[in-house]
Nanobody
């Protein structure tokens, strides 16, 4: 059974850091592109970052470039999202998703999703 589980969310002050994890079971992560998405209350889901199957150059939303870093550990079958210099507007539920053949930010092409982890940036 294909399953993705996010963890690492929480409450952090502006300027702080968090590292989100996306652990996979039932499949090998390095055969999929993995995307991180987020959805804030009252807003549409948006793509944050995506890393390809090969682990090549990832992509980032303009709003997080220079602050967020995506990486993968194939031995642990886990993808990470390191988030630095967090801002209140980063507050959202963060989801990871897997795609066998697509690399980018169109959520419709990601077939497997986790349940999300809440990130709240507030003083």
């Amino acid at each position: 059974q294909v399953q993705l589980v996010e963890s690492g969310g929480g409450l952090v002050q502006p300027g702080g850091s968090l590292r989100l994890s996306c652990a996979a079971s039932g499949f090998t992560l390095d055969t999929y592109a993995i995307g991180w998405f987020r959805q804030a209350p009252g807003k549409e889901r948006e793509g944050v970052s995506c890393i390809s199957r090969s682990g090549g150059t990832p992509v980032y939303a303009d709003s997080v470039k220079g602050r967020f870093t995506i990486s993968r550990d194939n031995i642990k079958n886990t993808v990470y999202l390191q988030m630095n210099s967090l801002k209140p507007e980063d507050t959202a539920v963060y989801y990871c998703a897997a795609s066998k053949s697509y690399f980018g930010f169109s959520a419709m092409f990601f077939g497997s999703w986790g349940r999300g982890t809440q990130v709240t940036v507030s003083s």
